[in-house]
């Protein structure tokens, strides 16, 4: 027996902080009665478990390394009915990205449908860290890499301590291509990063996820992990 949420998250329906919600919303029934409760539990084999009208069912982990081009949505489907990340995997998996890279971002994404696995990964408590080459506009001065390393105060909030260094300028073309190590994952905080620090963001591409980077692969290609790197990765989401 396991709390709900958990359950409903290890078969990769949703995050367990958006089961919660579901939860609580009424969205969940266990054996034909609705749970409401954070509290509850069950178990994926004897009980029926359904998630807004849809029976789920116990699978087996799967986890994927795709290369996302740019110009594809972090998402397993799309109103707009433009590509998503799923379109380069098994139609038969039902799986969804390890966060997000924006539509404009290529690189490293961990696919999965173990829930549990991707809260770890995903959740800036465990400082997993994540590696960009952002190509910038303009290049950056020691004091701008010296900001990045303290936190850069963004309009919501301030960014944890990052490292920073220019691997490359062009001064006649006016622009530099910038390594920089994260451990947080807000939304478009490595833009947002650089734009407030007065270096608009012209091409992104994260090349490390953890110890996942791009060796091997062109962009649109996947791989499944192998399961030492899946238990790695396990073992770096610490606190």
């Given at each position: 027996m396991?709390?709900?949420?958990?359950?409903?998250?290890?078969?990769?329906?949703?995050s367990?902080?958006?089961?919660?919600?579901?939860?609580?919303e009424?969205k969940?029934?266990?054996?034909g009665?609705v749970v409401?409760?954070?509290?509850?539990?069950?178990?994926?084999?004897?009980?029926?478990?359904?998630?807004?009208g849809?029976?789920?069912?116990?699978e087996?982990?799967?986890?994927?390394?795709?290369y996302?081009?740019?110009?594809?949505?972090?998402s397993?489907?799309?109103?707009?009915?433009?590509?998503?990340?799923?379109?380069?995997?098994?139609?038969?998996?039902?799986?969804y990205p390890?966060?997000?890279?924006?539509?404009?971002?290529?690189?490293?994404?961990i696919?999965?449908n173990?829930?549990?696995?991707?809260?770890?990964?995903?959740?800036?408590?465990?400082?997993?860290?994540?590696?960009?080459?952002?190509?910038?506009?303009?290049?950056?001065?020691?004091?701008?890499?010296?900001?990045?390393?303290?936190?850069v105060?963004?309009?919501?909030f301030?960014?944890?301590?990052?490292?920073?260094?220019v691997?490359?300028?062009?001064a006649?073309?006016?622009?530099a291509?910038?390594?920089?190590?994260?451990?947080?994952?807000?939304?478009?905080?490595?833009?947002?990063?650089?734009?407030?620090?007065?270096?608009?963001?012209?091409?992104?591409?994260?090349?490390?996820?953890?110890?996942?980077?791009?060796?091997?692969?062109?962009?649109?290609?996947?791989?499944?992990?192998?399961?030492?790197?899946?238990?790695k990765l396990?073992?770096?989401a610490?606190?």
């Amino acid at each position: 027996m396991e709390r709900l949420q958990k359950v409903i998250a290890n078969a990769g329906i949703t995050s367990r902080r958006k089961a919660e919600k579901l939860i609580e919303e009424g969205k969940v029934t266990v054996n034909g009665n609705v749970v409401k409760e954070l509290g509850a539990k069950a178990d994926i084999y004897n009980d029926e478990i359904v998630v807004e009208g849809v029976p789920i069912e116990k699978e087996e982990p799967v986890y994927y390394l795709l290369y996302k081009p740019a110009g594809v949505i972090s998402s397993v489907k799309d109103e707009s009915d433009r590509k998503v990340v799923t379109d380069f995997l098994p139609a038969d998996k039902r799986i969804y990205p390890v966060g997000r890279l924006d539509y404009d971002t290529a690189g490293v994404l961990i696919m999965t449908n173990d829930g549990d696995f991707a809260n770890k990964l995903m959740h800036p408590k465990y400082k997993v860290e994540k590696t960009y080459f952002a190509k910038v506009e303009g290049i950056p001065t020691r004091e701008a890499i010296q900001k990045i390393s303290r936190g850069v105060q963004l309009e919501d909030f301030k960014t944890a301590p990052a490292f920073a260094k220019v691997r490359k300028s062009d001064a006649k073309k006016g622009t530099a291509i910038v390594e920089l190590t994260i451990h947080e994952g807000r939304n478009r905080q490595v833009r947002r990063m650089f734009e407030a620090l007065g270096y608009p963001v012209l091409k992104l591409k994260r090349e490390r996820y953890g110890i996942l980077d791009l060796k091997g692969l062109n962009a649109g290609e996947y791989r499944e992990l192998k399961p030492h790197e899946v238990k790695k990765l396990r073992e770096s989401a610490v606190t």
